[in-house]
């Protein structure tokens, strides 16, 4: 019978399948991070049990580390302590930390796969709901939650039941000045915040085969917004490329013997899916977020919408409520809102690519004066490859903070935090009340579009931009 990639994925990882009761699931790679394993860390000390596996399981610090300055003391005191937790746990446990002085340190998701830890094939879990960026590698990755974590560093291994398959089909091309980060809004805008609840998406056709590694991680990475349990995409040449020579990637013989192995992944042709949606890539446009919830979003031609005119009772109340926090009113177009902060960042578009591209925008320009803005590289290797190329120079001589790699504002859990009520254009992937900052305004872009809106001080539509 012909298979999905997540069935192929499945069928290899399942150690116990017990009657009526979800199956018991070898995972092949742990991502740890300092605030969902502190606790974990703690019951295995309290059973006195050992990490079952760690060589096969990393740890590094994201989420509350300062951006600058780091050879500071760390000022906040919950911070400070997760931080020192993790170090302490990873020594006692024996696993490989990236630490805050590591040259590979960085966000989680983007540096399992740039080391070549994620690979095809493989069952990958971390703490953390946004692990569905690595299914960009045709790997099963999926956010688990803290008591999953102890149970991971216990035994390798984790009950799960099996998600229904959901095919999103992207045909077409993506046009000009359209990424992946607006296919993935446009995916969340067409089928709902909770549209692929209960499903893993396997994105395909061609727009998603056009993607570069980046783009397909950005995809992923926000399947997590439309609800579903991870997100994949059948490897392929630009897969296997990405990976070759890359630290952990396997070499020579093994490499040759890896590759033939990934090629099998694929889903079969006639494989069956629970539900497959299908999505014109020449219809999408730049998005912007005009609410609290990535799905209410509309292209940046548009207006603010009108709550009167939403769909059901439920859809009004989240919009009046949604514009009120927001600070916005129905029928302003997007292009006249003005910010007062942005954002490059996080692991949806913090990798290279999303760098190379905002800065592309930026090249020959000042970020408007009104306008706070900082770069917070993806990782060491991120912040060290753009260098390289001085995309660092064209982002400060504009007037962007050039920072240390974090998640930073995206959540906002160190000192990069929006102030009560101002707005900010921001890359990350969620634009929650308080997200940012108490009271802190998000707008989710890509990073094109954030850097536009950097320069102009309100959102712009980046198909116009006179690049120098
Ligand atoms: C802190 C962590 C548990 C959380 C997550 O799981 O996603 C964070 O990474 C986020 O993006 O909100
Ligand atoms: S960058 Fe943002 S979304 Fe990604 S792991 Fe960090 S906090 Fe979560």
Redesign the pocket.
Known sequence: MPRTLLDKIWDEHVVYQPEDAPALLYIDLHLVHE??SPQAFEGLRVAGRRVRRPDLTVATVD?NVPTADRHLPIADAIAAQQIATLRRNCREFGIRLFDMDSEYQGIVHVIGPELGLTQPGMTIVC????TSTHGAFGALAF?IGTSEVEHVLATQCLPQRKPRTMAIRVNGKLPAGVSAKDLALGIIRTIGTDGATGYVIEYMGEAVRSLSMEGRMTLCNMSIEAGARAGMISPDDTTFSYLEGRPHAPRGAAWDAAIKRWQELASDEGAHFDRVVDIDARTLAPFVTWGTSPGQVVPVTDRVPDPAEAATEAERRAAERALQYMGLEPGTPIEEIEIDRVFIGSCTNARLEDLRAAAAVVRGYRVHPKVRAMVVPGSQQVKRAAEAERLDRIFREAGFEWRDPG?SM??GMNADILQPGERCASTS??NFEGRQGRGGRTHLVSPMMAAAAAIAGHFTDVRRWQFK
């Open positions: 605030v969902t989420h703490g953390d709901s946004h956010g998640c995206c959540l992937n969620r």
